[in-house]
């Protein structure tokens, strides 16, 4: 069950939390690869949501991400609170980058830059 709050606030983004929950020197120190998945994912949603979807933001929610979900509360700010942007929101900051990390994330268990485990979370029960 703990696991489970973690995993939804590293999906929400709380850099504090992220500090706390995230074991940086046994992980991404450790392992600096596990990143290239979700920044390929990133890399190719960014021209996604600019270019293909029109999608802008305020000074303040651009390049935020999911950080406290500011970004997407700046997307609705500047573009308006309707279905056709709701949509937009959750298919270029959720749906597609969760896609195309496990793409990327799949491709690279087959190269062997990444193996499983690399990710595994330590919790202190």
């Known amino acids: 069950m703990i696991l489970q709050g ?3 606030c590293l999906i929400i983004g709380h850099t ?3 500090i706390i929950l995230v074991p940086l020197p046994t992980s991404i120190m450790r392992r600096p690869q596990i990143w290239l998945a979700p920044t390929l994912a ?3 949603t ?3 949501a600019t270019k293909v979807f029109a999608m802008s933001n305020t000074s303040y929610g651009a390049g935020m991400g999911t950080s406290g979900l500011v970004g997407q ?3 609705f700010e500047t573009m308006g609170y309707s279905w056709d942007v709701l949509l937009k ?3 270029i900051c959720f749906i597609l980058p969760a896609i195309f990390t496990l793409i990327f994330h799949r ?3 087959k190269l062997g830059w990444v193996r499983p485990g690399d990710m595994k979370l ?3 029960d």
């Open 6 to 8: 973690k995993v939804v």
């Open 16 to 18: 504090p939390t992220d």
């Open 42 to 44: 990133s890399a190719i």
């Open 46 to 48: 960014g021209p996604l």
């Open 73 to 75: 509360l700046g997307t």
């Open 89 to 91: 929101v959750l298919l």
């Open 107 to 109: 491709i690279f268990l």
């Open 122 to 124: 330590k919790t202190l």
